[in-house]
């Protein structure tokens, strides 16, 4: 089992910037992928950011490109998502996820508002 912790939500401006973590935990070793998806209300959850494991590739969504930015610290398990530029649309909860084997895992979500 891979355990998530996410943290780094809250409530900022438009224009404004935040940056998530998601603190991996578990049997972390063969993750071959980490990222995030978000859901706002009423909306279907929608693929935000992936980073490959082993390669370090990054992958975005077309309405963050530019403005968010997928890392990883393999030395403490941990992903980030820095989130530049936040709109308005960008208000959701958003959610790490870990791919290990043919299981995906998820973290309990971090809300994210953007006020106008």
């Known amino acids: 089992q891979v355990q998530l912790v996410e943290s780094g939500g809250g409530l900022v401006q438009s224009g404004g910037s935040l940056r998530l973590s998601c603190a991996a935990s578990g049997s972390t070793s063969s993750t071959r992928a980490m990222g995030w998806y978000r859901q706002a209300p009423g909306k279907q959850r929608e693929l935000v950011a992936t980073?490959?494991?082993?390669?370090?590739?990054?992958n975005y969504a077309d309405f963050v490109k530019g403005r968010f930015t997928i890392s990883r610290d393999n030395a403490k398990n941990t992903v980030y998502l820095q989130m530049n530029s936040l709109k308005p649309e960008d208000t959701a909860v958003y959610y790490c996820?870990?791919?290990?084997?043919?299981?995906?895992?998820w973290g309990q979500g971090t809300q994210v508002t953007v006020s106008s």
């Open positions: 980073i490959i494991t082993s390669s370090s590739t990054t």
């Open positions: 996820y870990a791919v290990r084997g043919l299981s995906t895992h």
